[in-house]
Structures are given as structure tokens and as C-alpha cells.
């Protein structure tokens, strides 16, 4: 595919975030088992927060979410829909560059969702991804299916494993392929 590492648009944010959304991909759901009050957690490639938002609410008064977008658009719509509630205190926004994430937070979660087939170099962003979350930490990949085939998804996971990571529940996902692995 020609645009394999095309970032998602800043004009499809809308189709991001929405009630229909909720109901394909229910973060409290998907996430719910994986992640608990007081945890740090890294939403990269966070788009206008449809996972953060969630997440910030799991995590509690105690927990931080790190949302990490390379499109300042993307950041700015979800610090729109944060501003003046108890979530801005949770949710910290950082704008990650094309090669790196580039901050030294210690997580215990770090979700990846739709987002590694639009990576230049997906070995070293695994590495990068290890080395952000915390002993026992754990990482959920999702690629969407009309994006990523299932053999790139494989690769996917094998180049994961071989950053370092196991793969402890392959959960189902409406239009995605998704891995739960732990460090």
C-alpha cells in the first residue's frame, strides 16, 4: 500500500471521537481488565482523546494519562474537551515527534491503537514503547483490518516479541486485530 505511513487527518478527528464510535469500540470495555485506578498510562497517538478520556476516568484522582499526538491539531481537540473538568488535572498532553515519542515517563500501560502501521520504524518504536513502561508493564496493540493484513499484524507481534514482549491475550476487536503483550 502506497500511503502505508500516512497519518491519520486532522479533518477525520470527528469520525475519531462520537457515540457510534463508543459503541464499535467501547474503551471501558476493551481496556477495562488491563487497566486500574492509580496507574500511569500512555495513550499514543492519542487523536482527539477518545481512549483518554476514557482511560483518565478508570484511573482515577490518582492516576495520570499521558495523551501523545504528533498533530498539535489533534491535542488541541482533545485540551478543548478537557478544559475545566476534574480530567484536565489527569491528562497530561505531549506532542511526540515523527521518530519518538521523546518523554522519560514510567508507565504501567501503554495502548497503541490504529497506530503502528502509520510508524516509519516499527522496531524502534517497540523499543521505545518497552522501555517507557514499568516492570510487568503491559502494551495493547490494535491495527485496524482495512489497513493491516493479518500477516502484517504477525510481523507486527513477532517484531514486538522480539523488542522483548509476550503475548498474554489476543482479545477480539470489530475491524481490528488486536494483542495484549507484556513486558
Known sequence: MKDKNRVCPLERA????GRMRNLLHNPKKMLGKYIMEGMTVID????????????????????????????QG???RLNDKIRG?????????????????GV????????AFYLLHELPDQKKALMEMKSLLRSEGLLYIAEPIFRVSKNEF??????AE???FR??????LFMGRAAVLKK
Open 14 to 17: 470527528g469520525k475519531l471521537d
Open 44 to 71: 499514543y497517538g492519542c487523536g482527539p482523546g477518545f481512549f483518554s478520556v476514557a482511560i483518565a476516568e478508570i484511573v482515577g484522582d490518582r492516576g495520570k494519562v499521558l495523551a501523545v499526538d504528533l498533530q
Open 74 to 76: 489533534m491535542l488541541d
Open 85 to 101: 473538568t476534574p480530567l484536565e488535572k489527569r491528562i497530561e498532553l505531549h506532542r511526540c515527534g515523527k521518530e519518538s515519542i
Open 104 to 111: 522519560r515517563i514510567r508507565a504501567d500501560f501503554l495502548l
Open 154 to 159: 504477525r510481523e507486527t507481534i513477532e517484531r
Open 162 to 164: 522480539g523488542a522483548g
Open 167 to 172: 503475548v498474554i491475550a489476543r482479545p477480539w
